[in-house]
């Protein structure tokens, strides 16, 4: 495992948004749902492609807290422009399962 220093550490973005829309994104190689993420205040709302589809459904996901990286360069995603990272952890069989605060926490916060 490659060590980074604090102010590399700090250089990363992480903020809390609240999905506002999921959909299903059949264009995408591997299943996936676009997720449309409120973060408030300055960053306002950004668009998301991610890999979520064996534990979450788009009606499900809607009003959820995450935990995204925002300040990657957006990605073009088939015809979808993904502009942050939504942070997830894989479970036993390396499925994902998002990331978010357990009590509701103001928009836009910045995990430290």
């Known amino acids: 495992m490659a060590e980074i220093s604090y102010d590399e550490f700090q250089k ?3 903020r809390v948004g609240r999905i506002l829309r999921s959909e299903p994104f059949p264009e995408a190689r591997k299943p996936a749902f676009k997720l449309w993420i409120d973060f408030g205040g300055d960053i306002g709302e950004r668009k998301s492609s991610a890999q979520i589809t064996a534990h979450y459904t788009p009606e499900a996901l809607v009003g959820k807290q ?3 990286v925002v300040n990657f360069p957006p990605r073009q995603i088939g015809p979808f422009m ?4 939504v942070l997830g ?7 994902v ?3 978010g605060p357990d009590l ?6 910045k995990m430290h």
């Open 12 to 14: 990363i973005d992480i």
């Open 89 to 95: 952890l894989p479970d036993a069989d390396g499925e």
């Open 66 to 68: 995450v935990l995204a």
């Open 82 to 85: 993904s502009e942050v990272l």
């Open 97 to 99: 399962v998002l990331i």
């Open 104 to 109: 509701k926490v103001p928009l836009g916060g």
